[in-house]
């Protein structure tokens, strides 16, 4: 079993062998990198490659290690002995499976991702330590013990908002997603917009990548939002003549597309009035 990458998804030398060396060893894989770097694509693209299927807990703010593995329902049961009902006899029926207990019980390989893991509270990953560790968990309502009949291919991602314990970092294979170089994009921008002219190309993408390196940017575009940049210029049939700026306009054309705050916006506007100061 080998990723090598898949015809939708541009992996990079190194990250295929972060992902099979995961595999290999049988460690959580920990993805971090700039959000919209691919992260979470690369999960279901790992899926796809290897002819798996996948599983998704996207991880909130708010979200428990506990609903990882399973919820009692108590008030449902509650509510259901006061009723009468008979099925209150049998507490398997206010068990709610999580996405590790379905992982877990799964007849063939899985992929599980736990998606955005440093949105949750910092106790969050230490609490799954165990039972991504051994890979199994105890139902204290029911005595159960529920092992993975299939040990299943966990990638992890986080966008570096909080450091995560050593506890945790110790049992994962690690990568980081590194912004791609003005080659590499050319090869995602093919895979999503196939034939676009080479002139249109170059000249947004140079520009693109002078946009990220502005000093004082506070947000850095990303590979997601080239994209739907691309796909903006594309829709409206610009060129490459069309894309080309002045010192009394910096802003690239549809920049909504690519700066995400006013900020950012007005950093660009003195950047042209500077420009037009020194003519």
């Not at 703010?61 to 002995?81: F, I, M, N, P």
């Not at 990303?222 to 002045?246: G, Q």
Request: net charge negative; hydrophobic share 40%; proline share 3%.
């Amino acid at each position: 079993m080998k990723f090598e990458g898949t015809k939708d998804y541009v992996a990079t030398d190194d990250l295929t062998v972060a992902v099979n060396a995961a595999v290999t060893l049988e460690r959580p894989l920990l993805v971090k990198g700039e959000p919209g770097t691919g992260k979470t694509e690369l999960a279901r693209q790992v899926a796809s490659g290897l002819g798996l299927e996948m599983i998704e807990w996207n991880i909130k703010s708010t979200t428990k290690a506990q609903q990882g593995l399973y919820e009692y329902d108590a008030v449902s049961r509650l509510r259901d002995s006061q009723l009468g009902d008979e099925k209150v006899h049998d507490v398997r029926n206010y068990i709610r499976k999580g996405k590790l207990w379905t992982a877990f019980e799964a007849d063939k390989k899985v992929v599980l991702l736990i998606d955005e893991i440093d949105k949750a509270d910092i106790e969050f990953p230490n609490d799954l330590l165990q039972e991504l560790d051994r890979m199994e968990f105890h139902v204290y309502e029911t005595g159960d013990t529920i092992r993975a009949a299939q040990r299943p291919i966990v990638i992890i991602t986080s966008n570096n908002e909080k450091e995560l314990p050593d506890a945790f970092l110790r049992r994962c294979f690690f990568h980081y997603i590194r912004f791609p170089d003005m080659d590499t994009m050319r090869k995602i921008v093919e895979v999503h917009h196939p034939g676009i002219k080479e002139s249109l190309l170059t000249t947004a993408l140079t520009q693109f990548f002078e946009l990220r390196e502005t000093s004082g940017l506070k947000k850095k575009p990303s590979t997601s939002e080239v994209l739907d940049w691309l796909k903006l210029l594309l829709a409206e049939d610009l060129t490459a003549e069309d894309l080309k700026r002045d010192g009394a306009n910096a802003l690239p054309k549809l920049h909504g597309a690519l700066l995400k705050n006013e900020q950012d916006v007005h950093l660009f506007e003195r950047l042209a009035f500077m420009a037009r100061g020194q003519r």
